[in-house]
């Protein structure tokens, strides 16, 4: 089993700076890639940012400039630095992990997920 453990999230006015942290543990191999997604009420959830396994990096394109993504490999943890933050990134933020067994069976694991509240 493997368990994603969130935290950072909280209330914060915009301009404002958040970091967000997720930490996996259990049956772990390797992870491939890790990720932070977010959703808005009555909206689609949508990717913000990813980190590979060899150090590349994704960005959506509204953050870009403002978040960064990190990773910890030795804590099995990644990070998402939130600057300058605004309204619109309001959102629930969810953690995902992309990882190999040992047994060689892959998975998609998520975080139970971490509220950002940007007011203006």
């Known amino acids: 089993q493997v368990h994603l453990v969130e935290s950072g999230g909280g209330l914060v006015q915009a301009g404002g700076s958040l970091r967000l942290s997720c930490a996996a543990s259990?049956?772990?191999?390797?992870?491939?890639?890790m990720g932070w997604y977010r959703q808005a009420p009555g909206k689609q959830r949508e990717l913000v940012a990813r980190?590979?396994?060899?150090?590349?990096?994704t960005y959506a394109d509204s953050v870009k400039g403002r978040f960064t993504i990190s990773r910890d490999n030795a804590k099995n943890t990644v990070y998402l630095q939130m600057n300058s933050l605004k309204p619109e990134d309001t959102a629930v933020y969810y953690c995902?992990?992309?990882?190999?067994?040992?047994?060689?069976?892959?998975?998609?694991?998520w975080g139970q997920g971490t509220q950002v509240t940007v007011s203006s």
């Open positions: 980190i590979h396994s060899v150090g590349t990096t």
């Open positions: 995902n992990v992309n990882i190999l067994h040992g047994s060689g069976v892959r998975g998609d694991y």
């Open positions: 259990g049956s772990i191999f390797s992870i491939n890639s």
